[in-house]
């Protein structure tokens, strides 16, 4: 009995001087509490703003806003095509850009019968440095360019250590994700600042904003 005395005794003892750590902790618990709130109420924001309450008004006339041609790039598969699908939805006429012209045609016929808009295919390389830009440039002249996606990303075959990249594939990534982009946009720009109107969408990736061990050149490019 006399034992059990003395472990109440040493257990109130320990209690009493634990308090301030536990108040402290306590704090250090409803600082990070709160954090978490705020931050989970802003992203349910965001998301209610970016994809429901657009729903919920009437659609913005993209033609009327922006003009009438879309130009994606690296569009005839995943997020491109899906790009391309859906502006189309909303009518306006579609240029498509990816190295496949058997891709780009069948695409582009089917975006045209479907959607009723005008189409129109370009065959190239953003992966060949300076290369695609003159023929790109030239289809794009006296074509009233609304929106630009800068869509074309290519990745790691799997993750890596950077310095087991080889220089091809990190030409290749620097070439195909980050000089299309500002190329692009070099060739589309001054016709949109002209008609004080126009749209671009630069498309990125999660690995841009957060540490991305062995992804590190495509987390830089994106
Ligand atoms: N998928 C994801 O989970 C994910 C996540 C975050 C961000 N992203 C970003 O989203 C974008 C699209 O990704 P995705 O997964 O939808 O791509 P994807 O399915 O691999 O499609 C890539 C498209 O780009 C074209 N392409 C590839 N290399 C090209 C080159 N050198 N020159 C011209 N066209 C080329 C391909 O067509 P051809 O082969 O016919 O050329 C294809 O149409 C990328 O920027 C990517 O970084 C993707």
Redesign the pocket.
Known sequence: MAAVDRFHLLYREISRSCSVYLETLALVGAWYAVRKCTSLAMDTYSMLRLHLIPKLGSKVDLVKQYGKWAVI??????????YAEELAKRGVNII?????KE??EALSKTISETYEVETLFIV?????GRE?YPAIKEALKDREIGILV??????YSYPDYFTNLSEDILW?MI???IT?ANMMTRIVLPGMVEKKRGAIVN?????CCQPTPMLTA?GA??
């Open positions: 790039t690296g569009s005839t598969d995943g997020i491109g095509k899906a498509l850009i990816s190295r496949n891709k780009l190239a390389d953003f992966s060949k695609p800068n869509n074309v990303g290519i990745f290749d070439n195909v994700n299309s498309v990125s990736s999660a690995s495509y490019s994106k």
